[in-house]
């Protein structure tokens, strides 16, 4: 919100420059973004919360300053002359036919008025704030509701159907066109203002082209009213209108500021406009507000802020804010809460309301009381051992929002999100069940600032909805692409592949001694949703798929405008954080040299290296220290279903160097284990 200080100095003198002002409000919890010299003035850009709808005013402004700077507040007198109706009955009738929507409507009217321009004085204060001048009727609702934060609005009188208000919800079929010249259908939740024909304002939100005040309009009917938030708030997004009054009174109205701010709005217009005050104020009130009362222990602001006031220290702040007081005993008091402060409620906000008055950075910097034995939460432990390992390997760490387009989950294979009834963006209208389309679209938005190189992670929850329920479960993603490392000294690039995510995925299992896990190959004839074929794989865990790694498919690629293989993964990370992480062992440089063998052998295609790596290591032959893949040879030399592994074993003893005789006979143990086990025939 645009604030003028000529225009709060109407109501308090600070006596303070713009810019330490400024700073007085910011650090009362109502920051000003800006500062804006303008023609001798200065204009404050607030950034205020949603809870501070007594804000969004040049009044409720001055209360704040008033209450900063110890400086006195004052509201112009307002005197209004009424002039009697010709008959005993009111000139226009108010009836409210849905008091849970609205529980207060007041309406004025105003004979003889001549619309035109605006005064000088009128013009410059709300072009100050950014306002455009319309005529002089208008201008004056608009003044006022900057003024005291109260919308309200103005009729032709003379247009208005059987010269009656009828508040009520919109029949079905009902249409208006809005003072944007927008036609508008309308739903039956909808709270409209009508005549005895028709709708003619859509309340707390925009009045109707057919009643507007135009250059012939002698006669002006006022509106003053308070709307149910949450009615308006649905119908302004349902209508996709957002105007000054849906602002305020979706977020919460002030039900004692009704007759005020139509009574303030009477007087100016009959100042700036002519005319005369036909009767009294229709004031309709069809449910009443109780006052809310909150207790303040004094001794409680000290225990929950460290901060130490005094109570009359702190009875001068409430005061000054329009608190008032109820009782006061030794030790606390009893608080009425102003109708302008819908946030308050409890104890809590009335402390809150003290403290930062007297200033946020009084607030002392301790560390708070724990009682425990300073051990990590259930799994914590292995998750901060994954982030230092993850960020030790050049990964930067993303955070992406709960929520992504349903067409991208469908495109990686993973099951429909749930739907979001009311979406921020209709392009990312589901909760996510993957973390991978927010992690393709972190390393697509590198792409676009020029980063090629990118190796990101995150950790979250994806959301699965079945029979009713909604189950959260907390995922690990991986993406890498680009370069592996620096280029070497001949400027070859070393690219990241399958393989080395495969790695790094083993080198986690290795750190968080999760052996359990294994790689397997899509089912034959099958593939993996969004992932190339032949480079992706399955992650299983007791023949159970936890996850899944691989290239990102062309098609996929292209959504994201990918102009380079993207590599990643993803799993349950529970399969990671099961179980306990053993304290470091510490182990002595070998002494002794290795030896190492190959071994060249046929075996059966659907045998995976993993798994003949498995069944070597169930040898447990002491000596052995390590099996790799050396060579994978296929072709006519090699009967058909069947491929020529070359593996490399590594012997060592911890305590002396082997004899050829003691590897030999190690090195047959193995051989003849794959003949007789796994039908192998040596090369």
């Known amino acids: 919100m645009k604030a003028s200080l000529n225009w709060l100095e109407t109501y308090v003198k600070p006596n303070l420059p713009a810019y330490e002002l400024a700073q007085r409000f910011t650090a009362a919890g109502l920051p000003v973004d800006a500062v804006t010299p303008n023609n001798g003035d200065f204009i404050f850009d607030f950034d205020l919360t949603t809870n501070r709808p007594d804000a ?64 000088d004085w009128l013009v410059r204060r709300l072009a100050s704030v950014g306002q455009r001048s ?7 609702t608009n003044f006022v509701l900057l003024e005291l934060g109260h919308p309200l609005h103005a009729f032709d009188f003379e247009r ?18 809005t003072l944007d010249g927008v036609h508008r259908a309308l739903s039956p939740e909808m709270l409209m203002i009508c005549d005895a024909e028709r709708p003619v304002a859509i309340a707390g939100i925009m009045g109707g082209a057919d009643t507007e005040i135009s250059p012939t309009t002698t006669c002006v009917l006022l509106e003053s009213a308070w709307f149910d938030p949450t009615s308006i708030r649905t119908t302004a997004r349902k209508i996709g209108l957002q105007t000054e009054a849906s602002r305020r009174f979706e977020r919460g109205a002030d039900f004692e500021n009704v007759r005020r701010a139509i009574d303030r709005c009477a007087q100016l217009i009959v100042e700036v406009a002519g005319g005369a005050v036909v009767g009294g104020p229709l004031d309709v009130i069809a449910k009443t507000r109780t006052p809310v009362t909150v207790r303040l222990r004094y001794a409680r602001i000290a225990a929950l802020t460290g901060v130490e006031v005094t109570p009359s220290k702190a009875a ?25 402060r819908v946030d308050v409620s409890i104890e809590e906000d009335l402390i809150e309301e003290v403290v930062r008055h007297v200033g946020y950075d009084a607030i002392p910097a301790t560390l708070p009381a724990w ?32 929520w992504c387009s349903g067409e991208v989950l469908s495109a990686i294979g993973a099951p429909p999100g749930l739907p979001i009834a009311n979406p921020l963006d209709q392009q990312e209208n589901e909760l996510r069940t993957s973390l991978l389309p927010g992690l393709l679209a972190a390393v697509a938005r590198n792409f676009r600032f020029g980063i090629d190189d990118v190796r990101l992670f995150e950790i979250g929850k994806v959301f699965t909805h079945a029979d009713g329920r909604l189950t959260e479960t907390e995922h690990l993603a991986l993406a890498i692409t680009g370069r592996n490392l620096p280029d070497d000294w001949r ?22 001694h999760c052996s359990s896990m294994t ?18 794989a399955l992650l299983q865990v007791a023949g159970q798929t936890v996850g899944r790694l691989g290239r990102i498919a062309p098609p996929l690629a292209s959504r994201f405008d990918m102009k380079q293989p993207v590599y990643v993964a993803e799993l349950e990370l529970a399969t990671l954080l099961a179980g306990k992480v053993p304290l470091p062992a510490y182990c002595p440089l070998p002494r002794y040299p290795r030896v ?51 593996l490399n074993l590594w012997y060592r003893a911890s305590d002396r160097t082997l004899t050829d005789e003691e590897v030999a006979e190690r090195h047959r143990q193995v051989v003849e284990a794959l003949r007789t086990h796994l039908g192998a025939t040596i090369r």
């Open 56 to 119: 969004l005013c040049h009044f409720g402004l001055a209360r704040e300053a008033a209450v900063l700077t110890g400086a006195q507040l004052s509201f112009p007198a307002i005197h209004l002359t009424e002039q009697a109706t010709a008959g005993e009955s009111p000139p226009v009738h108010v009836h409210i036919a849905a008091p849970e929507l609205c529980h207060r409507y007041a309406a004025r009217l105003i004979q003889g008025v001549r619309v035109g321009p605006s005064p």
């Open 134 to 140: 319309i005529n002089n009727i208008v201008d004056v």
């Open 160 to 177: 208005l159907a059987g010269r009656c208000i009828v508040v009520r919800t919109a029949q079905p079929g009902e249409t208006i066109v």
């Open 316 to 340: 001068d702040i409430l005061t000054g804010l329009g608190f008032e007081l109820v009782t006061e005993d030794e030790g606390e008091s009893e608080w009425i809460v102003p109708s302008f």
């Open 371 to 402: 009682n425990g034995a300073g051990e990590y939460l259930p799994g914590e432990e292995r998750r901060r051992i994954l982030r230092q390992t993850l960020l030790a390997h050049g990964f930067y760490e993303a955070i992406s929002f709960s």
């Open 491 to 512: 400027g070859q690039p070393t690219g990241e592949n399958f393989h080395i995510l495969k790695g790094i995925l083993e080198l986690l299992c290795d750190v968080l």
């Open 519 to 536: 790689f397997a190959a899509p089912v034959e004839g099958t593939t993996l949703p969004g992932f190339l074929p032949g480079q992706a």
């Open 596 to 646: 190492e063998r190959d071994i060249s052998a046929v075996f059966d295609a659907t045998l995976s290296f993993a798994s003949i790596q498995d069944f070597i290591s169930r040898l447990a032959i002491p000596e052995l220290e390590l099996v790799r893949l050396r060579d994978v040879f296929t072709g006519a030399q090699i009967p058909p279903g069947q491929r020529a592994l070359t």
